[in-house]
């Protein structure tokens, strides 16, 4: 298993501002993967992070609103950009297990609130 | 992305009663399948997997049952407990997806005492 650890793990922010939130991982993952989940609701992927090259998003997300860096292989970060209250979510960071078909970890999560 | 979705939002049972949750999914390309649990403020934990070579996979206290031919899946627990009590997930994925999952809404379960 993997321990991954997020920060900040809650925020409070003011509209219009960004949060950049971190995702350290205690091993060397490969594939590194940002999800939404919005209150109430499931986990939505945002992106897939890439060591070495940028991240791809998912339909409906885009890199100007939340841009990605993954400088290694145990830690990435996302950036929640010009925030809206509609982007009060919890944001998890996931990685992929060893080996093709298995389990993907999670972070605890961030709770973003914007106001 | 996918399309995974849940039959039930809700489900309450007896402490001591089996319960069943079940998902639906889009992608028939998926091989892989997890059912995750999340308790409240913190992130989705893994209860089991099931590859799509498979029909049945048991755990402790938990059995997964995948129906390819109609793209169903779901998650029995047995004797279920209070501290069952959460949100349930299940997760498409695997090689054919790029190791990326895509997550069903979600069934929240309470378990009465």
């Known amino acids: 298993s993997a321990v991954i650890s997020q920060k900040p793990s809650r925020d409070i922010c003011q509209r219009g501002t960004s949060l950049t939130i971190q995702c350290q991982v205690d091993?060397?993952?490969?594939?590194m993967f940002w999800y939404r989940q919005q209150p109430g609701q499931s986990l939505t992927l945002i992106a897939t992070a890439n060591q070495g090259s940028e991240a791809t998003y998912e339909s409906g997300f885009v890199i100007d609103k939340f841009p990605i860096s993954r400088p290694n292989l145990t830690f990435s970060t996302l950036t929640v950009s010009n925030m809206s209250p509609e982007d009060s979510s919890i944001y998890l960071c996931?990685?992929?297990?060893?080996?093709?078909?298995?389990?993907?970890?999670f972070g605890q999560g961030t709770r973003l609130t914007v106001v | 992305g996918e399309s995974v979705g849940l039959h039930l939002p809700t489900l309450s049972v007896q402490e001591g009663d089996n319960s069943i949750i079940n998902c639906a999914y889009s992608?028939?390309?998926?091989?892989?399948f997890i059912w995750y649990k999340q308790e409240s403020g913190k992130g989705p934990q893994f209860i089991i997997d099931i590859r799509s070579n498979m029909d049945k996979r048991q755990g402790q206290r938990v059995t997964v049952l995948l129906n390819k031919t109609v793209k169903h899946l779901s998650l029995q627990i047995a004797a279920t407990q209070p501290g069952d009590s959460a949100v349930y997930f299940c997760?498409?994925?695997?090689?054919?997806?790029?190791?990326?999952?895509?997550f069903g809404t979600g069934t929240s379960l309470t378990v009465i005492p």
């Open positions: 997760a498409e994925g695997g090689e054919n997806t790029g190791n990326q999952f895509y």
């Open positions: 996931s990685v992929e297990g060893t080996g093709l078909n298995t389990e993907a970890f």
């Open positions: 091993s060397q993952v490969t594939m």
């Open positions: 992608n028939s390309a998926s091989d892989y």
